[in-house]
């Protein structure tokens, strides 16, 4: 087999640059808000003593009362919301677009035991009500990052719209003019023992933005990092006629300020900044009726029809239990009326006579039409077909994901590893293969890890055969194996409700725990932890949160995203991964569409990220409200 891809790219290097703004991506900021950017520019925003004196000055200006809802618009790690709470203030809100910096923060908060309802979302669409906040705030430098003027604009008419009447906004943002005349073109410093960061800026093409690069090499590893960003100049007059022009007020500028670093050194585009508010003079939004109830149809598995992936080939006593346990936890959300629907013989008459009166489909199929499994796509093809819209992935995502192989390929070419791996067809001999041991074989196209078991995991060349045709046996002597080698670290599954690129969330990553499985059992979570009860799988494997670093808990999910996205999923996914004996991670499986059931391994993410079951459905429905009707709060 192949040697084992490391999960860290290569970092692309670019050598000299004449023009740093043809290397600037449009979107840098998705990507440059992580741990190197924590320790880059630690001397200002991870510095406390800095964060304590900007608060201060900003009370100073805005003068809130202790109960007044603030919400700090571009947060990053939280460093000046949290210590406003730290001040006594009760109603405070975070938002950001890096996961990172929000975990960062929620995990800040939890130590120190202070409430700060901090949330993942884009400045440019806010998941808050009108008229909600007293004050909103952007801190630190954190504006004008677009390529687009239109974006700064929406991030304005965004907070003039959650602004209650006579609310402020203050914003603190580079001193346009000041840097214009004044910006280093190249400048280098030391950030720690082992990193050094090197910096060259510039003016853009049409004079209106800075453009930086960031190399930044660690003295053993090399350059690890060859970055490219950009902000938009505002001067005073600009500021003030952009905030005019939304419908701000009164707006003013409270002098610059400069943060009082310990390293002292390069302090970029932080070493001169505006203090701007400006007021919200509007009447109160009407308050609009209450929409009634969306009519939602269920669509279940049918408990009449045989499953071959359960173990007795029907529905028992569990089953019926999920499904009761589904149903008591949809009667508890208001903004819904259910009806629910699981004879598959009349799938297609039933919906189209509740066509008329039905909103969306809550499609929990995943038995698939008729309960097989590789007819799973045929329900969302039927929704199609009848002009329904419904929850979760697409026929065409469906379709793919059922195919590991073709996700390995799809894996490969978007830099997302994977372990390696062999495609038996039927008429393939492994004897004549190169094949290094142990290795685990799967069938090429499943569901529910039907066909895996302790047994699939092979020493020699005798046991995979064994496997091979055990495989076979149950799914046909023309469907193709997948042969992956047997990887031995954590076993880890993350989960994402939500739509990327705009409103999702990440759920927990969690770690299959196999410390009480008898020793001479190999490691792998197949259809005997999930189906057999007597099994040793069954009794010992449990799910437990997983404590990765950092870079490699950002790294999974952002692979997990890329995925998400390119495979065109919606609404709600699962990613299946596990590390080699190294540490490095490799994709498993895509679950579109996963088990939504209440002890499976959706709800344990959601239930660590303190969302109750009820919660985690309710979480899908909106995903798919705001996908399907284009919602905006």
């Not at 990887?487 to 770690?511: F, H, K, R, W």
């Amino acid at each position: 087999m192949k040697q084992k891809a490391s999960r860290r790219k290569t970092t692309e290097r670019f050598g000299p640059v004449e023009n740093l703004e043809m290397h600037l991506r449009p979107d840098w900021w998705k990507r440059i808000f992580n741990s190197m950017y924590l320790k880059t520019d630690a001397d200002v925003v991870d510095d406390k003593e800095i964060s304590a004196y900007e608060v201060g000055l900003f009370e100073g200006v805005l003068k809130p009362v202790k109960d007044a809802a603030i919400l700090d618009l571009a947060c990053g790690q939280g460093r000046h919301i949290i210590e406003f709470a730290r001040r006594g203030y009760v109603h405070l809100f975070g938002l950001d677009r890096s996961n990172f910096l929000i975990s960062r923060a929620k995990k800040t908060i939890a130590k120190e035991n202070l409430f700060v309802n901090f949330k993942e979302g884009d400045a440019r669409k806010l998941p808050y009500k009108n008229d909600s906040f007293d004050f909103v705030v952007i801190l630190g430098n954190s504006f004008g990052y677009f390529e687009r003027l239109e974006d700064d604009i929406k991030i304005l008419k965004e907070i003039f719209r959650v602004l209650k009447p006579n609310g402020k906004f203050l914003i603190d943002v580079a001193d346009g003019s000041f840097l214009k005349d004044n910006f280093s073109p190249r400048s280098w410093e030391w950030i720690d023992k082992k990193h050094f960061v090197c910096r060259e800026r510039s003016l853009a093409k049409d004079n209106e933005r800075l453009i930086s690069r960031e190399v930044i090499t660690h003295i053993d590893k090399g350059v690890i990092v060859d970055q490219f960003y950009a902000e938009r100049l505002y001067t005073n007059d600009s500021l003030t006629e952009l905030l005019r022009k939304i419908g701000f007020k009164n707006t003013q500028f409270h002098g610059a300020m400069s943060p009082d670093s310990k390293r002292n050194q390069d302090l970029g585009m932080m070493e001169r900044r505006l203090i701007c508010t400006t007021e919200v003079i509007k009447e109160w939004t009407p308050i609009k009726k209450q929409r009634p109830a969306r009519n939602v149809v269920v669509l279940l598995g049918d408990p009449n029809l045989k499953d071959v992936i359960k173990p007795n080939l029907v529905f028992d006593g569990d089953d019926f239990e999920t499904i009761d346990r589904l149903k008591m936890a949809l009667s508890l959300l208001p903004d819904y009326k259910f009806t629910y629907l699981n004879n598959h013989s009349s799938f297609f008459s039933d919906l189209q006579k509740l066509k008329p009166k039905t909103d969306f489909v809550f499609n929990l199929c995943d038995e698939g039409f008729f309960n097989e499994a590789t007819k799973e796509l045929h329900v969302p093809a039927m929704l199609e077909m009848l002009g329904i819209p419904y929850t979760g992935s697409n026929p065409q995502c469906l379709a793919y994901c059922y195919d590991k192989s073709l996700i390995r390929g799809i894996a490969h070419e978007i830099g997302v590893p994977v372990a390696d791996a062999f495609f038996i067809k039927p008429q393939d001999n492994i004897f004549e293969m190169n094949i290094q041991f142990p290795v685990i074989a799967k069938p090429n196209f499943g569901d529910s890890s039907f066909g895996i078991t302790q047994k699939n995991v092979a020493y020699n060349i005798e046991q995979l055969n064994d496997a091979i045709l055990s495989i076979r046996d149950k799914f046909g002597f023309d469907k193709p194996i997948l042969v992956e080698e047997l990887l031995t670290g954590a076993e880890l599954t993350v989960g994402i409700i939500g739509n990327p690129p705009d409103n999702y969330s990440i759920l927990p990553i969690i770690e299959e725990d196999y410390s009480q499985l008898p020793a001479d059992l190999p490691r792998i979570c197949g259809y005997e932890a999930k189906w057999v009860n007597d099994s040793p799988y069954f009794k010992c494997l449990k799910s437990i949160p997983a404590v990765l670093d950092e870079e490699l808990k950002q790294f999974i999910e952002i692979s997990s995203l890329k995925l998400f996205e390119r495979l065109g999923c919606s609404d709600y996914v699962r990613f299946d991964w596990r590390l080699d004996a190294d540490g490095n991670p490799h994709l498993l499986e895509v679950n579109p569409n996963p088990g939504w059931c209440w002890d499976g391994h959706l709800a344990k993410m959601a239930g660590i990220a303190q969302m109750n079951y009820s919660q985690m459905l309710e979480a899908i429905l909106k995903a798919a409200e705001n996908r399907i009707y284009s919602i905006k709060y």
